[in-house]
């Protein structure tokens, strides 16, 4: 096969049926696909982006929210190499950064690239994304710990930092304003998978690309959550279900928040105490499978890790996003963040579950004017 029969291969449409998958197929029940509501305001998405505020997931972790003018990246990640082995080098998948990330941002920069935590699925996309993003007169801010900054400046980039360190108990930043977004952020947890004592591989990134699964570290455990307001409103985007630190937080409009590995979560304290209108899952595709390959989105993620060092062994980890029975789940959670909040503003918490198509545009305009 010649490198243009690759090319081709991978760039084909991105063309997903969401059949038979709980919160898009109507066959199946409710339909909670935000651009399908009636109700509440009206939520539209598109291919190309809209006019004004606009998000979009790139399944996983990341997402792209920005405006006509600002440009803000969340741990952008399309690369999605299968892992079958964590010693094997993950190669950045350029073709799918081009078209999937960098081609429909247009001649759009990215202005800052938060990034949670230094787990492959995160940040192994981030160094691409930060070459093709600056140029003479424009270099993107990269916002995240230790090992994120490290990995990122291995790739001898010219890039402008905010490195977070979170010593001497701090849990709260404020990074910046770019365009009509600020950005905060705040100290939270690296979910620990269900059946596992084990929050993913952690230590001091060191050492050269190319990175195999297990070079991707968390620095001490942490994944950090990020806040970003925009005329008013709110958004918090966190990796995981276990959201910490949540009266650095406050209120927010909208809780976006990775639900897989939840046999421990907080995802009623976040609730009550952030009180978001909309709840908005992430991170339950199965994210080991290039979009190029997926016909059908898949919510169903299993993996077996070899882990390597004294206790070698191999770990299978069965469906960690059990998404169909989140469904059932969130009204429990609800009345649980209920419980917790005087009688009287029990019925003002009252979140929206909402979820999103991957590599799709939603204009959030009307949210502005609440
Ligand atoms: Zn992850």
Redesign the pocket.
């Known amino acids: 096969m010649t490198l243009a029969t690759i090319a081709l291969a991978q760039v084909r449409k991105v063309s997903i049926s969401y059949d038979g998958v709980p919160g898009y197929d109507s066959a199946l029940g409710q339909v909670l696909e935000w651009s399908s509501q009636m109700e509440g305001p009206r939520i539209r998405s598109s291919e190309e982006p809209p006019d004004g505020l606009r998000l979009r997931w790139y399944g996983?972790?990341g997402f792209e929210l920005g405006d006509n003018k600002t440009t803000i990246l969340i741990d952008p990640f399309v690369s999605r190499p299968p892992v079958s082995n964590p010693l094997a080098p993950l190669i950045i998948d350029t073709i799918a950064v081009d078209e999937l990330i960098l081609k429909p941002m247009g001649n759009r920069k990215a202005d800052a690239i938060l990034v949670s935590h230094a787990?492959a699925?995160?940040v192994m996309d981030v160094p691409l994304v930060i070459s093709r993003s600056t140029t003479a007169d424009h270099r993107p801010l990269l916002v995240g710990d230790p090992n994120t900054v490290t990995l990122v400046e291995s790739y001898h980039l010219s890039v402008e930092t905010r490195l977070l360190e979170f010593d001497d108990g701090v849990v709260h930043y404020l990074i910046g304003q770019f365009g009509d977004f600020t950005v905060e952020a705040v100290r939270s947890l690296h979910p620990q998978y269900d059946f596992l004592p084990w929050r993913g591989p952690r230590g001091k990134i060191e050492g050269h690309p190319p990175f195999t699964g297990f070079d991707y570290l968390s620095y001490r455990d942490i994944a950090i959550a990020y806040i970003i307001s925009y005329r008013g409103l709110k958004f918090v985007f966190c990796?995981g279900a276990v959201l910490q630190n949540l009266q650095a937080i406050g209120r927010a409009d909208l809780l976006v928040l990775?639900i897989p590995v939840r046999e421990n979560n907080t995802i009623a304290e976040a609730l009550a105490t952030l009180r978001p209108s909309f709840f908005i899952p992430t991170?339950y595709d199965d994210f080991f499978v290039p979009f190029h390959e997926m016909d059908q989105f898949d919510v169903t993620i299993d993996l077996t890790v070899f882990l390597p060092g004294e206790n070698e062994k191999e770990i299978t980890l069965l469906d960690f996003s059990r998404f169909g029975e989140f469904f059932e789940e969130f009204p429990g959670y609800i009345r649980k963040a209920r419980s917790k909040l005087p009688t009287e503003s029990q019925s003002f918490l009252d979140p929206r579950l909402r979820i999103l198509k991957p590599l799709t545009y939603y204009s959030l305009e009307s949210l502005i004017l609440k």
């Open positions: 996983a972790s787990h699925d995160h990796d990775g991170h």
